[in-house]
T-cell receptor, first 114, second 111 residues
């Protein structure tokens, strides 16, 4: 597609439920990033894929968070046993590849845990 | 989570004024990016910098990659109302080349 696409744009879930957030990167981009942004804060790094593998998952806050990118394109961020503190905007970005390249963002998924 | 120090935190200026903001890191970066974010939207890339000392312009925006590779600056000249938004720096580096963001600068422009 022309840009990074994230679905759904909004998600409301009950505490304790499981959610999946999807990211479709720009076609041909090999690097994919997930960030979490709370109100009034900058994007907080979660995980970074280069191809199918997670190059750096040091930002995942705990083992309830997991992300996959099985074919090196679409990625899914999975959150188990959601907590109210997980409420935030989850942003995805892609870039052409490893190294000094620009990263382009989707519009984000606003997750609200009630 | 890890974030870069960005200042000022907010700026309230008159239309036509120039604006400067900066970002500092304790780590060396090999890329600096500057983004603007409007409410309800994802960050939009404004300028990318790849070499220490590099000075790059995009219209009324000018950004510099600090020679120490630990800082970057963004200047906006002759501000206009549509410049309103939150500006973020982002640096890439380290062993895994991940992209880390600054804390953001909120810019308000009064016509």
């Amino acid at each position: 597609g022309a840009g990074v696409s994230q679905t759904p744009s909004n998600k409301v879930t009950e505490k304790g439920k499981y959610v999946e957030l999807r990211c479709d990167p720009i076609s041909g981009h090999t690097a994919l990033y997930w960030y979490r942004q709370s109100l009034g804060q900058g994007p907080e790094f979660l995980i970074y894929f280069q191809g199918t593998g997670a190059a750096d998952d040091s930002g995942l806050p705990n083992d309830r968070f997991f992300a996959v990118r099985p074919e090196g394109s679409v990625s899914t961020l999975k959150i188990q046993r959601t907590e109210r503190g997980d409420s935030a905007v989850y942003l995805c970005a892609s870039s052409p590849g490893y190294g000094n390249t620009e990263a382009f963002f989707g519009q984000g998924t606003r997750l609200t845990v009630v | 989570g890890q974030q870069l120090n960005q200042s000022p935190q907010s700026m309230f200026i008159q239309e036509g004024e120039d604006v400067s903001m900066n970002c500092t890191s304790s780590s060396i970066f090999n890329t600096w990016l500057w983004y603007k974010q409007d409410p309800g939207e994802g960050p939009v890339l404004l300028i990318a910098l790849y070499k220490a000392g590099e000075l790059t312009s995009n219209g009324r925006l000018t950004a510099q990659f600090g020679i120490t590779r630990k800082d970057s600056f963004l200047n906006i000249s002759a501000s206009i109302p549509s410049d309103v938004g939150i500006y973020f720096c982002a640096g890439r580096g380290g062993a895994t080349n991940k992209l880390i963001f600054g804390t953001g600068t909120l810019l308000a422009v009064q016509p």
